[in-house]
């Protein structure tokens, strides 16, 4: 899609949101989040403070909270707030940060442009793979 890009755009509140490159719709959003602070971890769970560093993702498969290294947390606030967040880079703090971006298109996509399948292990979840747009197969979230 013409003038979408795979970079972020920054939000009002300190995150990233970015945009699906086949049909212009929200990939996924990336926040940061320190101990001491209100999660929005959606309208199923509300706001919490989990009282560890990490990462809150908005995208496709719902809103997840993971926790991580207070250096990662703060490296990826810097991208957050250099106002060009690049999921590359994201990607390499951590591969869960940017669930959405495919690394061999090097573009984001939204749900219902990644052809996702579910996995089991003996009646447990197990991961989510997906196929972008392009062919290319990726864990997207396990």
Known sequence: M??????????A???ASF????????AGVVRTAHAGALIDLGP???RHDLGRDGFVIDYFLGTVWFAADPAAVDAAQAL??????????????GRDLVPFYCPD??????GGDWQ???????GFYHRTVGT???GHRHVLDD
Not at 19 to 25: I, N, P, Q
């Open 2 to 11: 013409a003038g979408i890009t795979r970079f972020g755009e920054r939000t």
């Open 13 to 15: 509140d300190g995150a």
């Open 19 to 26: 945009r699906c490159a086949a049909c212009g719709e929200a």
């Open 44 to 46: 199923m769970a509300g």
């Open 80 to 93: 957050l707030d250099a106002g060009c967040a690049d999921p590359a880079v994201l990607r390499r703090i």
């Open 105 to 110: 298109c090097e573009l984001n996509y939204c």
């Open 116 to 122: 996702a399948e579910v996995l089991w292990d003996e």
């Open 132 to 134: 972008c747009p392009h």
